[in-house]
């Protein structure tokens, strides 16, 4: 997808059908993760990383590579879940990051690891944008309680 619609629609367009289902499974283990945190978040984390990570991506990415598929969402998605842990340092948020880093943690070498043909920038700028959103919305739920009688 050219231009800046690619922004908005490529997460949604697959190569076939074993991309498909390859992103699906980590994208709806991650979305239940994440909305087990706190949907408010997860909707301002998906915005974010759909918009700034693909809006880095539509910038920086190399133009002979295939940036389609939901991974940088996915990447998105880690790098928020990992990052809120970090950054809130509540025994909730530090068990998702720990979840999150043993069932995708392997998956990381895809943000130092260049493969031709594959979004290398679409995963790390959706991983930055996640860990920037966990470091924006740190304090939004701890107010949140605060304030409540």
């Known amino acids: 997808m050219y231009g800046l619609w690619g ?16 992103n699906t499974g980590a994208f709806f283990v991650l979305l239940i993760l994440s909305l087990s945190f706190s949907k408010k978040l997860t909707i301002i984390a998906y915005v974010i990383i759909s918009l700034l990570g693909g809006g880095l991506v539509w910038i920086f990415g190399r133009s002979d590579t295939v940036h389609i598929g ?3 969402i996915i ?15 509540e025994l909730k948020t530090l068990f998702l990051a720990l979840v999150v880093f043993l069932l995708y943690g392997g998956a990381l070498y895809a943000l130092v ?17 996640g860990a920037l959103t966990a470091w924006w919305t740190k304090t939004e739920l701890k107010y949140q309680r605060q304030r409540r009688p």
């Open 113 to 129: 690891v260049y493969e031709p043909g594959i979004s290398w920038t679409g995963h790390f700028f959706g991983f930055l944008a």
């Open 70 to 72: 939901a991974s940088g």
């Open 75 to 89: 990447f998105g998605l880690m790098g928020f879940l990992m990052f809120s842990g970090i950054f809130r340092r």
């Open 7 to 22: 922004i908005i629609f490529s997460p949604f367009l697959h190569n076939d059908l074993r991309h498909l289902t390859a």
